[in-house]
């Protein structure tokens, strides 16, 4: 059964099917039920959901009535971590399967301790609400103690008006206009135990989620998802095997074995992607030859021009008069 995203959620408790939502946001309404929108989209959606609904705090709203199911082997990974911290270090490792684009880490310090998270394009203040707002309603409802964020940055607007809304179900409210969506609690909170929670379970979907849910979406497991995951590391110029397994949503080690008995590696295949996209470059004459050696993670130009040389039999420059020559 496929599992219906928080938005959709909401918007099917409120009386809006499925069809209704995504003529509103202009989208696809099978990728809207596929959970397969970009974040452009996925604004687009949840504007939609706050006009349709005429709430402005729908994202909030939603958030609060969240329940672990919802995520499927991901929630029950999250809800049977041995207590707070080790949840959220869980979610920090499977979020990337939940939202396509996004980047995730845990953050730590002597006095706090949580989770931030970035995508590669600008999201709704909505979509932030009510990922914020879905884990703070599920840690409360598993360690049974109303926990308060200690600080909460949101990566986007502040809402038109009064933020009481915020205030009343956080505890505080957030700063809006980060560089970055942050959620933190007191490092005291991290120990606090999850009720009912079967830590080895926890353990073993987290090592199994990326397959479950690529089958709950009718997809191939990682290996489907892995030329995006490089890309988008290689974008964001960060495009390590430690990095690319976390948007995978699995260990850098299990990734490296699932290459192995594809009869790969993680360093062709990263070669693979970065040949493509520095042809793809190349023949983008509004860039220059320093600034695609930037994109693609080279430390000098000399350096890149060595590699695509190697790799093609002649240099970017080279190349680049071909495609100047062709029109």
Same mark, same amino acid.
């Given at each position: ?20 939502? @995504? ?45 672990? /199911? ?62 914020? @707002?879905?884990?703070? %309603? ?9 926990? %308060? ?14 933020? /009481? ?13 980060? /560089? ?54 290689? @974008? ?8 690319? @397994? ?37 023949? /983008? ?43």
């Amino acid at each position: 059964m496929q599992r219906r995203s928080i938005a959709l959620e909401w918007a099917s408790a409120r009386g809006i099917d499925s069809d209704e939502l @995504a003529a509103a946001a202009n989208v696809s309404a099978a990728q809207l039920v596929a959970r397969t929108l970009d974040a452009s989209g996925a604004c687009r959606v949840w504007n939609a959901l706050e006009r349709l609904t005429d709430d402005p705090f729908v994202g909030l709203h939603a958030g609060q009535a969240f329940r672990s /199911d919802q995520m499927g082997p991901v929630g029950s990974a999250f809800v049977h971590a041995e207590n707070l911290g080790a949840a959220l270090k869980t979610l920090v490792r499977l979020l990337p399967l939940l939202m396509s684009g996004s980047r995730a880490e845990y953050l730590e310090s002597c006095r706090s301790a949580g989770i931030r998270y970035r995508t590669l394009q600008a999201g709704s203040r909505h979509g932030v609400d009510a990922v914020f @707002a879905a884990i703070v %309603t599920l840690l409360r409802d598993t360690t049974g103690r109303s926990i %308060t964020p200690c600080q909460i940055e949101v990566h986007g607007s502040a809402p038109v008006g009064s933020v /009481d809304e915020y205030t009343a179900f956080f505890g505080r409210a957030p700063r809006w206009g980060a /560089d970055a969506n942050t959620l933190l609690f007191a490092s005291a909170d991290q120990q606090w135990p999850l009720r009912g929670a079967a830590p080895e379970l926890s353990r073993l979907l987290l090592e199994h989620a990326p397959e479950l849910l690529a089958r709950e979406h009718g997809r191939a497991p990682v290996e489907h998802d892995l030329e995006g995951a490089i890309q988008n590391a290689v @974008a964001a110029g960060d495009a390590t095997l430690e990095t690319v @397994a976390t948007a995978l949503g699995v260990s850098a080690r299990t990734l490296q074995r699932r290459l192995a008995q594809l009869g790969t590696t993680f360093a062709s295949e990263r070669g693979r992607v970065i040949q493509t996209r520095a042809l793809q470059l190349v023949r /983008d004459l509004s860039l220059s030859i320093d600034e695609i050696a930037l994109q693609l993670g080279y430390g000098s130009r000399s350096s890149f021009e060595r590699a695509f040389t190697s790799w093609f039999g002649e240099s970017p420059a080279a190349a680049r008069a071909k495609r100047w020559a062709r029109g």
